[in-house]
């Protein structure tokens, strides 16, 4: 069995929508980051960075979302991270392109609008939210031009790309970020959304 130690931000939520895709045997435990949780020393034999999200299995521990989903993908031997090596290539260039690009930007302005504030760190500053979305609405009209001929993000099948892309995405609505304009990617994520993994996914965390 897995265990996966995460909280609510996207980084953890992407292995976490990955493996209920895959149909991984798995135990999710939350960690508490308001409270330091990930600071304790029990919480650091885990991971030598003191963050999560960590899989721990087979007495071993992983870190980051990324080597996270493609591992239990490899393990499992799921199709959601394909043998065929252009075809995983495929799955990798767009983990990498969320995680690098738009990823990024979704995630400064979290950060700045919701993270920042909740957690007494400052105030938002507006010219790195501008920054952020002047770069995601770039980035996401490519999206929307890419997924108006394919329905998934890589080889026009669901992957791990699509989960993990997808914990991007939706804090969207917590940034006021609306998807009106990119009807194909609304489309998109309208999919992923209505997948049983997710709605198990979230039924995992505390309420």
Known sequence: MYHLYGFYTQNSMKPLYALEE???DF?????????????????RQRTPIGKVPVLEH???HLF??????RYVANV??????????????RVDQWLDFFSCHLG?????????????????????????????????RKQFSM??????????????RLSIADMCAFAYVEQC???????????????????????ESVAHARGRLPS
């Open 22 to 24: 895959i149909g991984a």
């Open 27 to 43: 135990e999710f435990h939350f960690v508490d980051l308001g409270q330091g949780e990930q600071m304790s020393e029990e919480f």
């Open 58 to 60: 087979e007495g071993e």
């Open 64 to 69: 980051e979302s990324g080597a996270i989903s």
């Open 76 to 89: 499992e031997g799921s199709p959601l991270y394909p043998k065929n090596k252009l075809e995983r290539a």
């Open 104 to 136: 990024h930007w979704l995630n400064t302005l979290f950060w700045q609008q919701v993270l920042k504030p909740r957690i007494g760190l400052g105030e938002t500053d507006q010219d790195a939210c501008d920054e952020a979305v002047k770069f995601a």
């Open 143 to 156: 999206l929307d031009r890419l997924l108006d001929a394919s329905t998934w993000l890589a080889n026009d």
């Open 173 to 195: 609505r917590a940034v006021e970020f609306p998807l009106d304009h990119y009807p194909n990617v609304q489309a998109w994520f309208d999919r992923i959304e209505g997948r």
